[in-house]
């Protein structure tokens, strides 16, 4: 998954004309949350070999970093937790999730382990959270300070 500049850009300006609040919170290991959907054996990693067993393989259960297969397990997992939880996902960036509801908004963009939040509501921005906590372990990271690499004020 990528952020691409225009939809953060939009999203920023969204937020900033209508003063909501932009929070941000980091996955804690993204890619270990999602399930593989083939069978994957890799050998033993160094270190962790057990003595008479030197030929044995592993059997992947989850999507480590740096298996080919891992972002792609990880974007079905969001997806589907956002699915879950009634987001619609933006037809033009696949990275922008939102929630409408009886007037009240949020939106999400997600940049692999790192989610922006955005709302009209500060109880759905919280209720939000809570759900996507009950899927995934997250760091709060407060207010959104710096985004792709600029300072956001």
Known sequence: MHWWPSSTC?????????NWEVEQIDVKITYLNSELTKTIYMVQPPGFTLPGHEKHVCWLLKAPYGLKQARRCWYKQICETFTKFHYTQCAAKHCVFYRWHQGEIIIIMVAVDDLSLTSNSRQLLLKSKAELK????????????????????
Do not use: P, Y
């Open 134 to 153: 009950s899927e995934f372990s997250f760091t709060e990271l407060g207010e959104v300070h710096w985004l792709l690499g600029m300072e956001v004020k």
């Open 10 to 18: 939009i999203v920023l300006a969204l937020a900033m004309q209508n």
